[in-house]
């Protein structure tokens, strides 16, 4: 079943602009990690966050995660055309089950040139 | 190094059929996922495999699902019967085994299954 839910469902910005990607969820969470798909085929990871981390960042990505909302945002600075596909969260929660990831529905994310 | 490695990249069945995906992990990756995307229902968790311990079906969708991992290594999902609603991507990842703090997962290019 879906945990997370993303919004905004697509977002199409001009290249060297700012993306902004919202990601909310139900459960408790051991952490919440960020993958990216191209053309809906192979998942490639992007960051991961902990549960008790409250920002992290990797190169032109910052994520910032709120436990009190149940909810993360994804930034990509400085977009680039190359940065189009589709963007998803995914939740591992804690306890039994744990390695499980648990998805949302996703962004998809056109930069124009 | 190589990342994993699922075959066929396309299958296309008629329903009713047998099929199987394979799915060649990272060497060294003792974890193993199946997940299904489809359009209605996005990317759903399917079974797990860690080492030698008895894997976790809990997400298989019916009884004509079935999955082994031989030797550790690579893996089969076999569909029977196959339904048209069974069309999706199947995608497989491996990790490391999970700490208590999460892990990340290395995912395939994926099987996309189309049962006619």
């Known amino acids: 079943s879906q945990q997370g839910e993303e919004d905004p469902q697509a977002l199409s910005i001009q290249e060297g602009e700012n993306a902004t990607m919202n990601c909310s969820y139900k459960?408790?969470?051991?952490?919440l990690q960020w993958y990216r798909q191209n053309s809906g085929r192979g998942l490639v990871h992007l960051i991961l966050i902990r549960s008790n981390e409250r920002e992290k960042h990797s190169g032109r990505l910052r994520v910032t995660l709120d436990t009190s909302k149940k909810s993360s945002s994804l930034l990509i600075t400085a977009s680039r055309a190359a940065d189009t596909a589709s963007y998803f969260c995914a939740t591992q929660r804690s306890g039994a089950g744990s390695y499980q990831l648990t998805f949302g529905k996703g962004t998809k994310l056109s930069v124009i040139p | 190094g190589a990342g994993v490695s699922q075959s066929p990249s396309n299958k296309v069945t008629e329903k009713g059929k047998d099929v199987e995906l394979r799915c060649d992990p990272i060497?060294?990756?003792?974890?193993l996922y199946w997940y299904r995307q489809s359009l209605g229902q996005g990317l759903e968790f399917l079974i797990y495999?860690?080492?030698?311990?008895?894997?976790?079906k809990s997400g298989l969708p019916s009884d004509r699902f079935s999955a082994e991992r031989t030797g550790g290594s690579v893996s089969t999902l076999t569909i029977q019967r196959t339904q048209q609603e069974d069309s999706a991507v199947y995608l497989c990842?491996?990790?490391?085994?999970?700490?208590?703090?999460?892990?990340?997962?290395?995912f395939g290019p994926g099987t996309r299954l189309t049962v006619l």
């Open positions: 459960t408790s969470i051991n952490n």
């Open positions: 990842a491996s990790s490391i085994p999970t700490s208590g703090s999460g892990n990340e997962q290395f």
């Open positions: 495999f860690q080492g030698n311990s008895a894997p976790d």
């Open positions: 060497s060294g990756h003792t974890a």
